[in-house]
């Protein structure tokens, strides 16, 4: 089994930052692909930025120059660095990972979230 746990969500004021985390464990072979999505009160889930194994990134255009994912495979972790937060980046951010395990086997898991809040 795999599990991906968030961590940082809080309250933070407009123009501030926030930092995630997400921690993969459990039986892993190698990860791919890893992303953070966000689901806002009353939206749908919605894809902010994406990390591929080699490195390559994909932002939503509503976080471009202001998110920047990065990862460290040698921790399992990947990373959101949220810099000018606005009160339309509230939303509970999940960590999304496609995990090949030690069987081989593959399938993408989701963290149970972390809630961000930004107050204007």
């Known amino acids: 089994q795999v599990q991906l746990v968030e961590s940082g969500g809080g309250l933070v004021q407009a123009g501030g930052s926030l930092r995630l985390s997400c921690v993969a464990s459990?039986?892993?072979?190698?990860?791919?692909?890893m992303g953070w999505y966000r689901q806002a009160p009353g939206k749908q889930r919605e894809l902010v930025s994406r990390?591929?194994?080699?490195?390559?990134?994909i932002y939503a255009d509503s976080v471009k120059g202001r998110f920047t994912i990065s990862r460290d495979n040698a921790k399992n972790t990947m990373y959101l660095q949220m810099n000018s937060m606005k009160p339309e980046d509230t939303a509970v951010y999940y960590c999304?990972?496609?995990?090949?395990?030690?069987?081989?086997?593959?399938?993408?898991?989701w963290g149970k979230g972390t809630l961000v809040t930004v107050s204007s």
């Open positions: 459990g039986s892993i072979f190698s990860i791919n692909a």
């Open positions: 999304n990972a496609y995990v090949r395990q030690k069987d081989y086997t593959g399938m993408y898991y």
């Open positions: 990390i591929l194994g080699g490195g390559g990134t």
